[in-house]
């Protein structure tokens, strides 16, 4: 078997994967806003440019914000036992 050291661990844990994929999210966001930008800047001026970077910049912040909010969610409901099943207490006739 081959391991790749490069790719060792990467998928070890969801909440781990979760901010692995959301450091390339805002990655992409960042980058593809960046080029956006500058074609604004060069198309129609800079002010237009300006305008598109502080958007991207919001856009990745609102899109870590929102994970964030949502793993505090998820931790404090793993905190307080919300996440457990609940038994299943409904009686089914074909499973007599």
Known sequence: MIDILALSGVF??????AFEALGLLVLILVVAGGAHSIKAHMREGAGSGITS???TIV???LLAMAF????????WAHQ????QQAPNSVV???SQ
Request: charged share 5%; proline share 4%; hydrophobic share 55%.
């Open 12 to 17: 070890g844990s969801g909440k781990q994967f």
């Open 53 to 55: 970077v502080l958007l």
């Open 59 to 61: 856009h990745a912040a």
């Open 68 to 75: 964030a909010i949502a793993a505090g969610v998820v931790a």
């Open 80 to 83: 307080h036992n919300m996440d």
């Open 92 to 94: 089914q006739p074909w």
